[in-house]
């Protein structure tokens, strides 16, 4: 069973930096799509960054040339650059990672969250 441990979150003030990471174990299958998601209270949870296996890489229009996504192949791990931070994107930020599997049920996608990391922008 794969799990996910995020870390890097915190506390900054309008335009300084953090980096979130986060860190797969439990691997099995080939890892489809790994990406950051972030949510506020009372909200849905949205896309922030994703960088598939296969793809190109995609962000939020709101972030876009302020946060940079990055992976680590070989350790199964991905990493949030982010930059120019405003108080908008205070948030709780997840790491999710989808695994595929082929076998004989054919295709079949798994989806594994973190537990989340908070992120506070003070204006």
């Known amino acids: 069973q794969v799990q996910l441990v995020e870390s890097g979150g915190g506390s900054v003030r309008a335009g300084g930096s953090l980096r979130l990471s986060c860190a797969a174990s439990g691997v099995i299958f080939r890892i489809k799509t790994m990406g950051w998601y972030r949510q506020a209270q009372g909200k849905q949870r949205e896309l922030v960054a994703a960088i598939p296996t296969d793809g190109d890489t995609n962000y939020a229009d709101s972030v876009k040339g302020r946060f940079t996504i990055s992976r680590d192949t070989a350790n199964n791990a991905v990493y949030l650059a982010m930059n120019s931070l405003k108080p908008e994107d205070t948030d709780a930020y997840y790491c999710?990672?989808?695994?595929?599997?082929?076998?004989?049920?054919?295709?079949?996608?798994?989806?594994?969250w973190g537990r989340g990391t908070q992120v506070t922008v003070s204006s």
């Open positions: 999710r990672v989808t695994t595929t599997e082929v076998g004989l049920r054919g295709v079949v996608d798994y989806d594994c």
